[in-house]
């Protein structure tokens, strides 16, 4: 009954340093989300994927990469993190646009 | 631009009477439309969803949904309010323009007292 599951739930990082979140579905979804959840601001999309091989931009793509080389796996990157990414990320993902199955987030902090 | 809006940060409701949560939009074509509940340090829960047919859909928990397509509107409600209701919502639209992109509103805390 795993579900959507991301990695790690919480880091802190300092300016200039990289990282890369993973999120892993076992639901077999074609479509992965990821977000970040800022106070006052709800959720903003930052990539997001139709399937395996593919990916493309959200709300707020800047500063972040993402690969979907498989698909029951979509990984976020930050090559180089900025106190502005201090936030709440989540994952998503779904069978068809719209009912979205998130994780439980994963908490970045950026000093 | 796309978007839905939220207008009120916070909604407070007694126990046992009704609430709503509001919600409007603005996209292109016909909307589709979503409501999600977020309980304190969870991810998001899916609670119901307007896709066409009957204006009010049904969902978890007892909520309803109300789709107004002059009013552009998507409101939440319940008849009768539970404390255990307490939580953020997010109201969330699939754009039209782009139809894997899923956009959320800035979010409604509800809060219900005893």
């Known amino acids: 009954n795993a579900g959507v599951t991301q990695t790690p739930k919480f880091r802190v990082l300092k300016t200039g340093q990289s990282m890369t979140l993973l999120c892993a579905q076992d639901?077999?979804?074609?479509?992965m989300y990821w977000y970040r959840q800022d106070p006052g601001m709800g959720l903003r999309l930052i990539h997001y994927?139709?399937?395996?091989?593919?990916?493309a931009k959200g709300e707020v793509p800047d500063g972040y990469n993402v690969s979907r080389l498989k698909k029951q796996n979509f990984l976020l990157g930050l090559e180089s993190a900025a106190p502005s990414q201090t936030s709440v990320y989540f994952c998503?993902?779904?069978?068809?646009?719209?009912?979205?199955?998130f994780g439980e987030g994963s908490r970045l902090t950026v000093l | 631009a796309q978007s839905v809006a939220q207008p009120e940060d916070q909604v407070n409701v007694a126990e046992g009477n009704p609430l709503t949560v509001k919600c409007t939009y603005s996209v292109s074509g016909n909307p589709y439309l979503f409501w999600y509940v977020q309980y304190p340090n969870r991810g998001l829960q899916f609670l119901l969803k307007?896709?066409?047919?009957?204006?009010l859909v049904k969902g978890s928990y007892g909520f309803e949904a109300e789709f107004n397509k002059s009013q552009t509107s998507f409101h939440l409600k319940k008849p009768s309010a539970l404390v255990s209701d307490s939580a953020l919502y997010f109201c969330?639209?699939?754009?039209?323009?782009?139809?894997?992109?899923?956009?959320f509103g800035s979010g409604t805390r509800l809060s219900i007292r005893p």
């Open positions: 639901m077999n979804h074609e479509y």
């Open positions: 998503a993902s779904s069978p068809i646009p719209g009912e979205l199955f």
């Open positions: 307007y896709i066409t047919g009957d204006n």
């Open positions: 994927s139709v399937g395996e091989g593919t990916t």
């Open positions: 969330a639209v699939r754009l039209y323009s782009s139809a894997s992109k899923i956009i």
